[in-house]
């Protein structure tokens, strides 16, 4: 039976972006505590529910609640802003 693992799907740069640390209605779902908010360079494949790895600790798992597509407001730079929510079961990585 095949074992249900991750696929590196995208690598990008990041910045972390402001966010409330107590619970908030995240995307309209009540109930959702943010973990984190990151922005990247715009990659409209990145939608909710796939997983984020940031490189300052690679062992934690984020699934993606939220894949905001648009445009910085000062730099004019296409951007995806993503919400994230910390796994506590992480994905088993292919490849590794």
Same mark, same amino acid.
């Given at each position: 039976?095949p ?10 740069w ?7 640390t107590?619970p908030?209605?995240?995307a309209?779902?009540e109930g #959702? ?5 990151? !922005?990247v360079l715009?990659?409209?494949? $990145?939608?909710?529910?796939d997983?984020a790895i940031?490189p300052d600790n ?6 993606i609640?939220?894949?905001?597509h648009g ?7 296409? #951007?995806?802003d993503?919400?994230?929510i !910390?796994l506590?079961?992480?994905?088993d $990585?292919?490849?590794?």
């Amino acid at each position: 039976m095949p074992k249900q693992g991750l696929v590196l799907k995208y690598q990008s740069w990041y910045g972390e972006l402001n966010f409330e640390t107590a619970p908030v209605n995240a995307a309209m779902q009540e109930g #959702i505590e943010v973990s984190a908010r990151i !922005r990247v360079l715009q990659n409209r494949a $990145i939608t909710n529910h796939d997983i984020a790895i940031l490189p300052d600790n690679p062992e934690q798992q984020y699934d993606i609640t939220r894949a905001y597509h648009g445009t910085d407001e000062e730099s004019g730079e296409l #951007i995806s802003d993503l919400t994230l929510i !910390r796994l506590v079961t992480a994905y088993d $990585i292919a490849g590794s």
